[in-house]
């Protein structure tokens, strides 16, 4: 098992910037979810991670990434901090209970890979919003 630690990540920025989302709370259900604090907690930008084993004896792991982008309303001159939109993201792999741990790293490689900037058509359809014909 590992431990609930920090997990720290890059943006891609043209300057990459370091995200460091702490440990924040484990639901009942085994969800943990970590926090990136940005000072106003309505847009702290937040990784949950659970895994299990499925009733077929297989294994699960969902990894979901919600990013808030906040702005500042001012009304009759109070600064109130809006949430302006979110972007959310997840991932779900399931495993045989009979795979290799190598199987296991080639696929996690191969989505990494694929969502690398140096996919054309994965960065056409995620990051730029086209369509596939």
């Known amino acids: 098992m590992s431990t609930f630690t920090a997990i720290t990540v ?10 460091t ?14 926090v990136e604090r940005t000072g106003t907690p309505i847009g702290d930008s937040k ?26 309303e001012t009304i009759n001159g ?20 009979r795979s290799s741990e190598q199987e296991r790293k080639n696929l996690i490689g191969k989505l990494a890979n694929a969502l690398a900037d140096d996919q054309p058509t994965m960065m056409a359809v995620c990051r730029d919003l086209e369509g596939l014909y």
């Open 10 to 19: 890059d943006d891609r920025e043209p300057t990459p910037v370091a995200h």
């Open 21 to 34: 989302y702490t440990p924040n709370s484990r639901s009942p259900a085994g969800v943990f979810e970590f």
């Open 47 to 72: 990784i949950t991670v659970s895994s299990g084993e499925t009733s077929a004896g297989n294994f699960k792991v969902r990894v979901r990434i919600s990013d808030p982008v906040v702005v500042n």
């Open 78 to 97: 109070v600064v109130v901090p809006k949430i302006a939109r979110t972007a959310f993201a997840g991932l779900e792999f399931t495993f045989s209970n």
